[in-house]
Nanobody, 127 residues
Framework: QLQLVESGGGLVQPGGSLRLSCVVS????????IGWFRQAPGKEREGVSC????????NYANSVKGRFTISRDNAKNTVILQMNSLKPEDAAVYYC????????????????????WGPGTQVTVAS
């Protein structure tokens, strides 16, 4: 059964770092595009970053470029979102999601292209 579970959220001061993990079970992770999204209270869910199958393509929202890095650990079936220089506006529930067609070789921040979602992990940025 395909399942995604996020972890690594928490409370961090502005300028700090967090490392989010998305563990995917039920599929061979390297065959699928994975995206990270976030949703703050009262706002739409927005794309943060994505990584295509076989890690050939990555993409980032303008608001996080240069601060966030997405990567895979295929041995652990895990996608990592390293978040540095965090700002209060980064606070949100962060979700990982999977596009269900394998070997699609694309990477998009459009949430409608993702079919399976994790329950989310809360990130709070406050002093």
């Amino acid at each position: 059964q395909l399942q995604l579970v996020e972890s690594g959220g928490g409370l961090v001061q502005p300028g700090g770092s967090l490392r989010l993990s998305c563990v995917v079970s039920g599929v061979t992770l390297d065959s699928y595009t994975i995206g990270w999204f976030r949703q703050a209270p009262g706002k739409e869910r927005e794309g943060v970053s994505c990584i295509s199958d076989r890690r050939t393509i990555t993409n980032y929202a303008n608001s996080v470029k240069g601060r966030f890095t997405i990567s895979r650990d295929n041995a652990k079936n895990t996608v990592i979102l390293q978040m540095n220089s965090l700002k209060p506006e980064d606070a949100a529930v962060y979700y990982c999601a999977l596009h269900s067609r394998p070997y699609s070789s694309f990477c998009t921040l459009a949430r409608g292209r993702y079919d399976f979602w994790g329950p989310g992990t809360q990130v709070t940025v406050a002093s």
